[in-house]
């Protein structure tokens, strides 16, 4: 089972530099998820979906765009990397935004180098 | 505003022991819901364990238990008979009012001795 698919898993950007990372999940999940996690900061949202058709802010949207593409897929963009974005980023999903115990399901990681 | 503070960066257990890691947080919903992930060094995020704000008994996973005190606001993680892939780093995390936002702890790294 694939469960959540993120790519790349690694990335290299210059400063100033455009990219998209991608996550696609297959267990028909509502809700999708951006985190970023820096050492030291835990897990900070930038993005979420709570269903197809919407998407809101979380903690940390600053220099972030994102797109829910269909139920399946949530990409998240930089339309002009910075050095403070470089971090891990993990794409996440639930089933739904509607109960506290709504577990999250997560992508592998992408790890972000911005020079 | 939610709060999540693990206070134990590092951690270390010999091999068949227990380890419980402290994780407090700070709310003023009325209900929530606390859970613990495991990452490894290969980097995933693994669900563990869920206990409800509401939940009577404390919530147990297998090796896993979490020891809830609600009036202390803590929900700190067992593990019982400690293997040497429980090495990873743990997070506690909570969801409460409005549900999208999950707040995370910065984590407790668990070093499992032979």
């Known amino acids: 089972n694939a469960g959540v698919t993120q790519t790349p898993k690694f990335q290299v950007l210059k400063t100033g530099q455009s990219m998209t990372l991608q996550c696609a999940q297959d267990m028909n999940h509502n809700s999708m998820y951006w985190y970023r996690q820096d050492p030291g900061m835990g897990l900070r949202l930038i993005y979420y979906s709570a269903s197809e058709g919407t998407t809101d802010k979380g903690e940390v949207p600053n220099g972030y765009n994102v797109s829910r593409l269909n139920k399946r897929e949530f990409s998240l963009r930089l339309e002009s990397a910075a050095p403070s974005q470089t971090s891990v980023y993990f794409c996440?999903?639930?089933?739904?935004?509607?109960?506290?115990?709504?577990?999250?399901?997560f992508g592998s990681g992408t790890q972000l180098s911005v020079l | 505003a939610q709060k999540i503070t693990q206070t134990q960066p590092g951690m270390f257990v010999q091999e068949k022991e227990a380890v419980t890691l402290d994780c407090t947080y700070d709310t003023s919903d009325p209900s929530y819901g606390l859970f613990w992930y495991k990452q490894p060094s290969s980097g995933e995020m693994i669900f563990l364990i869920y206990?409800?704000?509401?939940?009577?008994q404390n919530a147990t996973e297998g090796r896993y238990s979490l020891n809830f005190q609600k009036a202390r606001k803590s929900a700190n993680l067992v593990i019982s008979a400690s293997q040497l892939g429980d090495s990873a780093m743990y997070f506690c995390a909570m969801r409460g009012k409005g549900y999208q936002k999950v707040t995370f702890g910065t984590g407790t790294k668990l070093q499992v001795i032979p």
């Open positions: 996440a999903s639930s089933e739904s935004l509607k109960a506290l115990n709504e577990k999250l399901f």
């Open positions: 206990q409800g704000s509401y939940d009577q």
